[in-house]
């Protein structure tokens, strides 16, 4: 079965430091991979997304990440964390092409991510 | 592009009452619609899977007739809770595939508080 896994529940990073989120996905194939950002009480937003191609990809916010395949990771990286970046981040898989019909996200657990001044 | 706009954001009702929720895609037609519910500091489960035109998909545990799902057009889904209890009070989001390659957009999300 398709899974995600965010090691880091809660992860805390001074402001202007380097930022790693780690995800980890088990599935089949080469599935397509996001990263989602959610501020307290509010939906989804997207950082970015990966369906073939150049593995490292590039995201808004200054936000990217690295899809590596021998890893099954997806780890989305950030040179330097600004206080607006607190909030919760979720590494998402869907199935790739060929990969079933309904195309339905699966989500992992979340990474809650505090910055400190 | 490829917007989907969720209402209520927030709504309060009493345990026994029904609640619809509506999932409008604004500039785009959305053959399909995701609902997934959220609790407190966790993760998104997918509730079902909406359908233009025919029943809904739903994930296993979740019950059909508490959770009605109606997708009457190509631009709208809705969530009904139907016989609210406090235990169904949550954060729910819709969620529709774009246009392009599996951009998948998301509503805002609604809180739901029964009491």
């Known amino acids: ?24 996905y088990s ?20 950082l970015l997304k990966y369906f073939s191609g150049d593995t490292l990809v590039q995201g808004i916010k200054g936000f990217e990440a690295e899809f590596k395949r021998s890893q099954s990771s997806f780890n989305l990286r950030k040179p330097s964390v600004h ?32 910055v400190q001044p | 592009g490829a917007v989907v706009s969720q209402h209520p954001s927030r709504v309060i009702c009493k345990s026994g009452t029904s609640v619809k929720i509506e999932c409008r895609s604004l500039d785009f037609q959305a053959t399909t619609m995701f609902w997934y519910r959220q ?19 739903y994930e296993q545990g979740v019950e059909k007739d508490k959770f009605l799902i109606n997708h009457a057009s190509l631009t709208l889904s809705t969530l009904t809770v139907t016989s609210a209890h406090p235990e169904d009070s949550s954060f729910y989001i819709c969620s529709a ?12 999300g609604t809180r739901l508080t029964v009491v």
């Open chain 1, 83 to 114: 206080w607006s970046d607190a909030a919760e981040y979720f590494c998402a898989v869907a199935p790739g092409a060929g990969g079933g019909a309904t195309n339905k996200l699966i989500f992992g657990t979340g990474t809650l991510l505090a």
């Open chain 2, 39 to 57: 609790f407190p500091k966790q993760s998104l489960m997918l509730m079902a899977t909406s359908n233009e035109g025919s029943k809904a998909t």
């Open chain 1, 1 to 24: 079965a398709q899974s995600v896994t965010q090691p880091d529940i809660h992860i805390t990073v001074s402001e202007g430091a380097s930022l790693e989120l780690r995800c980890n």
């Open chain 2, 97 to 108: 595939p774009g246009r392009l390659n599996y951009g998948y957009t998301f509503g805002s």
């Open chain 1, 27 to 46: 599935y089949g194939a080469t599935p397509y991979l996001f990263w989602y950002v959610q501020s307290p009480g509010q939906g989804l937003q997207l």
